[in-house]
């Protein structure tokens, strides 16, 4: 069976794990976890990173930074990620869905205008695929009506909008180390803080609401509870293995990329031909290769094809329910469509990508791909 995603190792944690252990101190603010920190910074220009125990975790510090509350509205995506809306739901605001574009599960920008109240508090984009939302159109809506723009950029290592790395756009952006990202540290991520006014609550809300950092620097002389917060610094060994994973971050881009390129010539004639859509790419989007996904026609040519490819030893998976159609959120949605969202929901199919995989393995599923197309 050629899996959907197999962990990426570089070969360095186990090394670097047992150097930590060395250290006998494997909490608090430690020099690994400054060095991912910088490490990121300085590649892709973040102005200060926190590591994370995920990008849930980031995510729902970010909306503690925004300051988001009961009467509050904010402005995301229905094809998203569950934890996209839950950070803000969690702090009693109401989530506002806006459907995708028609070629691509990123945010229609066309819809983020429709949906702005006097209520609207902040926007949170979520770059699909690594595939930039168009930030120029959206940094004029939220300049305009003063809003906080956050990006959901879980899916986001290495990927640029225009010459901008994503994640650096936003007042605040999020991004994950989950294993089924392209690098990883089993369940990790981090904050980028972007906005200056942000940094000195983002310091203190990492450090579970305490003036820790400060007392650290010795600007105070005890440290204390100042505000809310949370436990989100990840351990020593975690960091550990994440910096064995980023060093070889150009390598992986490369070999992902080069994957994701093979299945584009190989299937690219099926879009072609209309049997099916792929996701297309801005031209101000870069492609980091976090998934390779096709469109089918309906959710029974989808299923169908998932099935099929099984019977080839592959698995494809789909991907979000539309959280507008969610059990939790029905009760509160205004009865409004997204059609957009709804197909991607129902349509949209992931195939195998991931650093292990090889490109005869791309050849062999994409051959699978055209015979189920040959025989409808
Ligand atoms: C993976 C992902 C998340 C959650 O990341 P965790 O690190 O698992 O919390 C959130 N949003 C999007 C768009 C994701 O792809």
């Given at each position: 069976?050629i899996?959907?995603?197999?962990?990426?190792?570089?070969?360095?944690?186990?090394?670097?794990?047992a150097?930590?252990?060395?250290?006998?101190?494997?909490?608090?603010?430690?020099?690994?976890?400054?060095?991912?920190?910088?490490?990121?910074?300085?590649?892709?220009?973040?102005?200060?990173?926190?590591?994370?125990?995920s990008?849930?975790m980031?995510?729902?510090?970010a909306?503690?930074?925004?300051?988001?509350?009961?009467?509050?509205?904010?402005?995301?995506?229905s094809?998203?990620?569950?934890?996209?809306?839950?950070?803000?739901?969690?702090?009693?605001?109401k989530?506002?869905?806006?459907?995708?574009?028609?070629?691509?599960p990123?945010?229609?920008e066309?819809?983020?205008?429709?949906?702005?109240?006097?209520?609207?508090?902040?926007?949170v984009v979520v770059?699909?695929?690594?595939?930039a939302?168009?930030?120029?159109?959206?940094?004029?809506?939220?300049?305009k009506?003063?809003?906080?723009?956050?990006?959901?950029?879980a899916?986001?290592?290495a990927?640029?909008?225009?010459?901008?790395?994503?994640?650096?756009?936003?007042?605040?952006?999020?991004?994950?180390?989950?294993?089924?990202?392209?690098?990883?540290?089993?369940?990790?991520?981090?904050?980028?803080?972007?906005?200056?006014?942000?940094?000195?609550r983002?310091?203190?809300?990492?450090?579970?609401?305490?003036?820790?950092?400060?007392?650290s620097?010795?600007?105070v002389?005890?440290?204390?509870?100042v505000?809310?917060?949370f436990?989100s610094?990840?351990?020593a060994?975690t960091?550990?293995?994440?910096?064995?994973?980023?060093?070889?971050?150009d390598?992986?881009q490369?070999?992902?990329?080069?994957?994701?390129?093979?299945?584009?010539?190989?299937?690219?004639?099926?879009?072609e031909?209309?049997k099916?859509?792929?996701?297309?790419?801005?031209?101000?989007?870069?492609?980091?290769?976090?998934?390779?996904?096709?469109?089918?026609?309906?959710?029974?040519?989808?299923?169908?094809l998932?099935?099929?490819?099984?019977?080839?030893?592959?698995?494809?998976?789909?991907?979000?329910?539309?959280?507008?159609?969610?059990?939790?959120?029905?009760?509160?949605?205004?009865?409004?469509?997204?059609?957009?969202?709804?197909?991607?929901?129902?349509?949209?199919?992931?195939?195998p990508?991931y650093?292990?995989?090889?490109?005869?393995?791309?050849?062999?599923?994409?051959?699978?791909?055209?015979?189920?197309?040959?025989?409808i």
């Open positions: 069976m899996p959907f995603n197999k962990p990426y190792y570089s070969g360095d944690e186990k090394d670097y794990i150097k930590a252990m060395d250290t006998k101190t494997l909490t608090g603010d430690l020099e690994i976890i400054r060095m991912c920190e910088s490490f990121l910074e300085n590649k892709y220009n973040f102005k200060k990173v926190f590591l994370t125990n990008c849930t980031a995510l729902e510090m909306a503690v930074l925004a300051n988001v509350g009961v009467g509050d509205e904010v402005i995301m995506p094809f998203t990620f569950v934890s996209t809306a839950n950070a803000f739901a969690l702090r009693g605001a989530i506002v869905f806006a459907d995708s574009k028609i070629d691509h990123n945010m229609d066309n819809e983020i205008k429709k949906l702005i109240t006097p209520k609207t508090k902040a926007i770059h699909y695929a690594g595939i939302c168009n930030m120029d159109a959206i940094k004029i809506i939220t300049q009506h003063n809003l906080i723009l956050i990006e959901d950029a899916q986001c290592i990927s640029y909008h225009n010459n901008e790395a994503l994640g650096t756009i936003g007042d605040i952006a999020c991004f994950s180390f989950h294993e089924t990202k392209n690098i990883h540290c089993g369940e990790g991520g981090f904050i980028s803080i972007n906005n200056p006014s942000l940094l000195e983002a310091e203190i809300i990492r450090h579970k609401g305490t003036n820790r950092a400060a007392f620097r010795a600007e002389n005890k440290y204390e509870w505000d809310i917060g436990s610094l990840p351990s060994i960091a550990a293995f994440l910096y064995a994973q980023m060093e070889q971050i390598s992986v490369k070999k992902r990329i080069g994957l994701w390129n093979s299945y584009f010539k190989n299937l690219n004639f099926l879009q031909s209309q099916v859509q792929l996701p297309s790419i801005p031209e101000y989007a870069s492609n980091n290769a976090h998934l390779f996904c096709l469109i089918c026609k309906n959710e029974q040519e989808r299923n169908s998932i099935e099929f490819l099984k019977s080839k030893e592959i698995q494809a998976v789909f991907h979000y329910q539309s959280l507008h159609n969610s059990p939790f959120y029905q009760s509160k949605q205004e009865g409004r469509e997204l059609p957009n969202a709804e197909k991607f929901s129902n349509c949209l199919v992931r195939l990508l650093f292990d995989l090889e490109v005869k393995d791309v050849d062999y599923i994409c051959d699978s791909v055209i015979s189920f197309y040959d025989c």
